[in-house]
């Protein structure tokens, strides 16, 4: 019922926007069941993209490119990183307190530049807000949000809420990702009360790589006051956080999924601050003599069915490359997801850096977005190209 009156609403009122929303396990735009098939293009440079007019006229072109790139090449979506490590945004003071999206007031209105070209694209955006994989020189103004109670609430309200309220009903808008990879700074420790504060699951499974800073219950709280803050400010906003991989995203293969909603309540004690789907990333790891897949990959062995992971929302892999596909063309891990459950597949990434072993060429992500061009099966993935 909630699909049709959402479409309904769509067709008959002009100042209603017709938005991105979730029916089970997947994604509906108005009564119809859409598959998110895309790419990231994560960043120009990372962390300096937006705000405090950074948005000049190359990054804004190569961002266009990107944008046009999905589009031609059939595919619906894209992942775009934002604060990354707080390096030029959001404005935060010397006592690490949030004074605003930006010193110079862009940030919004570089974001809403990006979600202008997608929209003449029909392309749906994502915002990755910060980025867990790496730790900087300003890493102490994320900590300060991620640690202190009144610096995370000055961050929600001086900055995330205004972005939220500006951009909520844009068509472009897929949705809020926000933090990439908070196993990259978390402790792998046991914990003798609640189980979703207990990590130990992790151990020797590379969790920790960017410098185990957080507790798991520290990162779950952040999850969680962001999500009730996004919620606040926009009821319809649809929210994930994307797991470094799925060993911490499932209650299944012997391990915890991190993200439930009971565990973030429990830490954060928002009841609205849960996840509208879930987001993972899958790389074949290294081992004695080549790269292969962990047994909790979508793409092990024969590959996983979502239903595999036990979750009761949508999964999008929002990071994957053939270049770390354990054989697995792109053509067929975007097959693979689109008959296999998932909600969406996002190639890792357009940007091009050398110091990246893991990134495909834009080329090879293309041929996998190609693969799914025009895809209408209802009873699978959906429709892949769709009017905004």
Same mark, same amino acid.
């Given at each position: 019922?909630?699909?049709?009156?959402?479409?309904?609403?769509?067709? %008959?009122?002009?100042?209603?926007?017709?938005?991105?929303?979730?029916?089970?396990?997947?994604?509906?735009?108005?009564?119809?069941?859409?598959?998110?098939?895309?790419? +990231?293009?994560?960043?120009?440079?990372?962390?300096?993209?937006?705000? +405090? +007019?950074?948005?000049? +006229?190359?990054?804004?072109?190569?961002?266009?490119?990107?944008?046009?790139?999905?589009?031609?090449?059939?595919?619906?979506?894209?992942?775009?990183?934002?604060?990354?490590?707080?390096?030029?945004?959001?404005?935060?003071? #010397?006592?690490?307190?949030?004074?605003?999206?930006?010193?110079?007031?862009?940030?919004?209105?570089?974001?809403?530049?990006?979600?202008?070209?997608?929209?003449?694209?029909?392309?749906?955006?994502?915002?990755?807000?910060?980025?867990?994989?790496?730790?900087?020189?300003?890493?102490?103004?994320?900590?300060?949000?991620?640690?202190?109670?009144?610096?995370?609430?000055?961050?929600?309200?001086?900055?995330?809420? *205004?972005?939220?309220?500006?951009?909520?009903?844009?068509?472009?808008? !897929? !949705?809020?990702?926000?933090?990439?990879?908070?196993?990259?700074?978390?402790?792998?420790?046991?914990?003798?009360?609640? %189980?979703? /504060?207990?990590? %130990?699951?992790?151990?020797?499974?590379?969790?920790? /790589?960017?410098?185990?800073?957080?507790?798991?219950?520290?990162?779950?709280?952040?999850?969680?006051?962001?999500?009730?803050?996004?919620?606040?400010?926009?009821?319809?906003?649809?929210?994930?956080?994307?797991?470094?991989?799925?060993?911490?995203?499932?209650?299944? /293969?012997? %391990?915890?999924?991190?993200?439930?909603?009971?565990?973030?309540?429990?830490?954060?004690?928002?009841?609205?601050?849960?996840?509208?789907?879930?987001?993972?990333?899958?790389?074949?790891?290294?081992?004695?003599?080549?790269?292969?897949?962990?047994?909790?990959? *979508?793409?092990?062995?024969?590959?996983?069915?979502?239903?595999?992971?036990?979750?009761?929302? *949508?999964?999008?892999?929002?990071?994957? #490359?053939?270049?770390?596909?354990?054989?697995?063309?792109?053509?067929?891990?975007?097959?693979?997801?689109?008959?296999?459950?998932?909600? !969406?597949?996002?190639?890792?990434?357009?940007?091009?850096?050398?110091?990246?072993?893991?990134?495909?060429?834009?080329?090879?992500?293309?041929?996998?977005?190609? /693969?799914?061009?025009?895809?209408?099966?209802?009873?699978?993935?959906?429709?892949?190209?769709?009017?905004?």
């Amino acid at each position: 019922m909630k699909v049709f009156l959402l479409a309904v609403l769509c067709l %008959s009122a002009h100042t209603v926007v017709c938005r991105l929303s979730i029916s089970g396990d997947h994604f509906y735009e108005g009564s119809t069941r859409v598959f998110l098939s895309g790419v +990231n293009a994560a960043w120009v440079y990372l962390g300096t993209d937006f705000g +405090n +007019n950074q948005l000049d +006229n190359y990054r804004l072109s190569k961002y266009t490119d990107y944008i046009k790139q999905v589009h031609s090449n059939g595919g619906n979506s894209i992942r775009i990183f934002v604060h990354d490590n707080c390096e030029t945004t959001p404005d935060i003071d #010397s006592n690490g307190i949030t004074q605003g999206p930006d010193k110079s007031g862009t940030l919004i209105s570089d974001l809403k530049k990006i979600l202008d070209v997608a929209e003449t694209n029909n392309v749906l955006v994502f915002f990755a807000l910060f980025n867990g994989a790496q730790k900087k020189t300003d890493h102490w103004k994320l900590q300060g949000i991620i640690t202190d109670d009144n610096k995370r609430q000055k961050y929600i309200e001086k900055a995330l809420q *205004p972005m939220v309220k500006a951009l909520g009903n844009h068509k472009a808008l !897929g !949705g809020w990702d926000i933090m990439n990879e908070m196993e990259g700074i978390i402790k792998v420790e046991a914990h003798a009360g609640d %189980s979703c /504060f207990d990590t %130990s699951f992790l151990l020797n499974s590379g969790a920790g /790589f960017a410098g185990a800073t957080y507790s798991a219950q520290d990162l779950q709280r952040f999850l969680n006051h962001l999500a009730n803050g996004i919620k606040q400010a926009d009821s319809a906003a649809l929210i994930t956080s994307g797991s470094w991989n799925p060993i911490s995203n499932t209650d299944m /293969f012997g %391990s915890q999924n991190l993200y439930n909603d009971s565990c973030l309540r429990n830490a954060g004690g928002k009841q609205q601050g849960v996840l509208s789907f879930y987001s993972t990333h899958t790389y074949a790891k290294a081992d004695t003599c080549q790269c292969h897949y962990d047994n909790i990959s *979508p793409f092990h062995g024969a590959g996983h069915h979502k239903s595999d992971y036990g979750l009761d929302k *949508p999964l999008v892999i929002a990071e994957f #490359s053939q270049k770390k596909g354990d054989g697995w063309t792109a053509s067929k891990q975007f097959n693979h997801a689109y008959y296999y459950g998932y909600a !969406g597949a996002w190639g890792w990434q357009y940007k091009q850096e050398s110091s990246d072993a893991d990134e495909d060429t834009a080329a090879v992500i293309n041929a996998g977005l190609q /693969f799914l061009k025009g895809k209408t099966d209802a009873s699978n993935g959906g429709t892949v190209n769709f009017h905004l």
